[in-house]
């Protein structure tokens, strides 16, 4: 138990939170739905078992990587439920079509979405290839003779088809893009 102390001691209250909560889902322990604790300013903050802060409406279980990508790039929950699905530890891109003037570009968005999605369950934005083809082919912009040309050029995206791919920065500001373009709301 020390160690976990020790562990815990030089974080943050909310980081210290997220931790606990994250925990708990991981091992198992039964209701914990939501934590509760006051910070400085004694507001109240609730987070979803995933450890991300819970809005007004009910926030996805989201990454604190997760999270912190909603907030620097003025998205809401809103926005995102439009594009992916959020259940259990997975996320899942709903959008009816993925944007894009070409092929081409069609498929680097399915990844840089997809590495997303990733970041939003597991704080990585990974894309395992074999999964990245698979959902080109859902949305219809498979091209088999032609797919691997999409990865040339652009700063999106970083890796191989053997070592799968990471959304870089850039990608990740160009996914907040995506996301805001593809929710009715667009707020």
Known sequence: MGLVLAALDPLEVEERA??????????GVQGHQALKFNDQNSK???YDRFGAEADAGGSPPLSGRGTSWLRQNGL???QLSEVFHFEDNRVEIIAAEIPGASVKDKVRNTYILLGLSNLFATGTPTVVDALGRSVCQ???VYDRTNHSKAFKGGNELTGSVKSGWTVTVPGLRYAATLVKQMSKSGD
Do not use: L, P
């Open 76 to 78: 809401n929950s809103h």
């Open 138 to 140: 859902t949305f219809g």
């Open 18 to 27: 997220r931790v606990i909560a994250w925990a708990t889902q991981k091992f």
């Open 44 to 46: 109240s903050k609730s």
